[in-house]
């Protein structure tokens, strides 16, 4: 027991994989109690060579402890593998062993040499992404090309640091392979402010994705709003889409082009252009010619609902001006960064996007991805970034949209071929579906505490063993047990901080209402974005009653008659009402006196003016003030987007007077 050395117990017994090993805990102090702890790596002499094992569980010898005497340690070990000398007569480390310890084989505390070997990759195109857990002075390596070719995944519960790290991966990547380009689908706006200098920002106000280049499915998907379609209305889509795109092409003679016989490219799709208004004309040819327009509505069903789409403005970076022209070069390059103007990074911030579009604006961006690298034989090399993956391809194939999960699934099976990558990150493990999981050959597994989602990583990693994953529910933030091919054997490391100036931060793209106390809050502004309306458009508008709607009713004051449900509608309200010239002016009291007044009350509410502390609140129940204040003739209306006006215009006009102007 001199000083140095690094003695700690001997065998006592081996089996195939696990041995137990019997040491001291002395009471002189001598610091061999505290050199074991669950989770460390130790060394067995055996030979020239030194096995590798594991700490799995530790206790004494008869369950107490004394704290007069020796107390006797029994320690659980797994085998990992063994050091031996190599040709070259270097150290180097094998995960097999070839000399199971004997029994009084003397254990050692492992060098920081043979931890050095131990996680050394053996090649080239390494990045250092943290500290080991073991040893804080010894590097955490992974070697990137193995890393982003058969994809990775990061795994953890809410608060641990997956987009924290993440950040950190991406950063090495891009340092160590600057050609790569990285689409990130960001359901949380938060990488935005991990990237500020080598990313594109994409949000639903520089989003310009063209309804052309959706496929039938996806486009199924956004009219239908998440529900099942109708096969009916879905054939006659399927139909006359090919069609429009035909008419945009140039051909005039529409019959002719219907009934040719001969074979077309084109298909329902085929990302070519076609118009909106195109299609609504050849629906409306088709109702015109139908026979029993009353026994199949499924045609005005479906005109409705494009028309309904259309005119919502969360659509407008689908149905923009933008769309009648093949703008399908500049949305790639813009999307893809290709050639990128030295910035690589394209965050899709989807949090603004309306939930039943995210599904298909998923499914286009993974698919394009992969037809870009498919096309491009290699030259173009992406990474696709799937924040919450287990929202687009859960484990319940009854869930989620399927050309989604198709796009990505196919992503995760052949993209290593054609130099795309996949990068999943979830919380629930157990929720996504297993097949992508084990596809990713490299995983990152951050702190869980769910048993289900232990399971999953388990069986979704090989070289895992059941002692090593029982750490998942207790390491710290920030610390990840790191399985796969970029690594070269599973390690227990703490990802290095990341600079604050690239620390990745939730943002809505908005700049901040108010700070503060929420009774400072302007709810007129905050009902305005639930309403997408431009701030700067609507503050041309005159201030008047509109105001006043927008804002919250005043409570009622004492002394204010009790409200009551209103009564049946007489005969002279339902009389037509003159136009407002000023809809600031007086306005008609309301005819809603509570019901339990006596008569002479109910007369005296219709002659005396209302007080003024109700008369807001009574303004926004009255239907006549509502009339008023929707009727165009009322009011001033407020400025419009032009381009949401003209195409509006052009809806409404038959196909005839388009094609002759």
Known sequence: MAPGNRLLGRVIGCSGSKATVSAYAQKDGNGLAELWSVGRLISITVGENRVVALVCSMQTDNAVWAEAGENIMHIEVELVGEIHTGISGKAEFSAGITQYPYLGAIVHRMRSSDLAVIYDPGVSDTAVIGQLTQDTSLGALIHVPSLLSRHFAVVGTTGVGKTTAVTLLLHKALKADPALRVLILDPHNEFAAAFPSESVVIDTDTLDLPFWLFRLEEFSEVLFRGRPAVPEEVDVLRDLIPEAKKMFKGGTDTTLIRRGPEKSSLTADTPVPYRVADLMALIDER???????????????????????????????????????????????????????????????????????????????????????????????????????????????????????????????????YGVSLGVITQRPGELDPTILSQCSTVFAMRLSNDRDQDIIRSAIPDSSASTMSFLSSIGNGEAIAFGEAVAVPMRMVFERVPESILPRANSGLQPVHKGNASGVDLRKIVMRMRHIDENLASHTAAGPAERLVQAPPLAQAGDPPAGPPPQRRAEDHAPQPAYANPAGPIPAPRYPSQSTPAADRQAAHAAPPPADAQAQQEVRDPAYRDAFRDPASREPAPRNELSSIRSSLLKKPLSSLIKS
């Open 287 to 417: 109702i015109g010619k139908l026979e029993g327009r009353s026994e199949k509505p499924h045609l005005r069903s479906l005109k409705v609902r494009l028309q309904a789409a259309i005119n919502d403005p969360r659509y407008e970076f689908m149905f923009s001006s933008n769309t009648i022209h093949d703008t399908i070069l500049t949305t790639i390059s813009h999307i893809f960064r290709i050639p990128g103007d030295g910035k690589p990074v394209t965050t899709f911030q989807l949090a603004g996007i309306p939930s039943e579009v995210v599904n298909s604006v998923a499914s286009i961006l993974c698919r394009m991805a992969f037809e870009i690298a498919l096309w491009s034989a290699g030259g173009v090399r992406i990474l696709v970034v799937c924040e919450e993956a287990h929202r687009y391809v859960p484990a319940d194939p009854k869930l989620g949209f399927f050309p989604t999960r198709q796009a990505i699934s196919r992503i995760a099976k052949e993209g290593r071929k």
